[in-house]
């Protein structure tokens, strides 16, 4: 039989001992660091920080420009805001310049066709009046002339009924000495 394994038979740390490869006394964590320093010598050598900073100036530089022209867009637009605001306030102000004038205009047009409407109204009343009045006069100048016309016959026939040819003699004779009178 063999004898019993336990934890001590097995393991022996000086019977392990790892060999790690080394060349010339650098390990391969060596070798790695070794050609980092070799990779950025050649970077350096070769000028790839000018280059980075020439890509970060550039990159900067067209950053810059975009913030520019973003501040002199930003800049325009407000303006133009600025621009349309001022013009709708002047616009409104027109607007309500127009609109008071307007009112204004049919204020004075409606006070001079009230006035002109009772000027109409007061000649036409006037009108009115005299052609009643001459209406009046027209039958008046009427009823007299048919007054007198039949005046004028009744005489006539008074007169015809009245006086005969031996009276006009006599009348004649009296209205021809009362005319000589008269003349002088």
Known sequence: MTAPLNATTLVQPEAIEHGEMAFLGINAGGFVALSMLVVIAILIWKGAPKAIGRALDN??????????????????????????????????????????????????ILADAREHTASLIERRSRMAEDKIAAAERTAIAEVRAKAADAAARAAATLIASRLDAASDKGLVDRTIANLGQRVN
């Open 59 to 108: 990159k900067i530089a067209t950053i810059r420009q975009q913030l520019d022209e973003a501040s002199r867009l930003r800049a325009e637009a407000e303006a133009l805001r600025a621009e349309y605001q001022a013009k709708a306030a002047a616009a409104q102000g027109e607007a309500d310049q127009i609109i008071a004038h307007a009112r204004a205009e049919a204020d004075v």
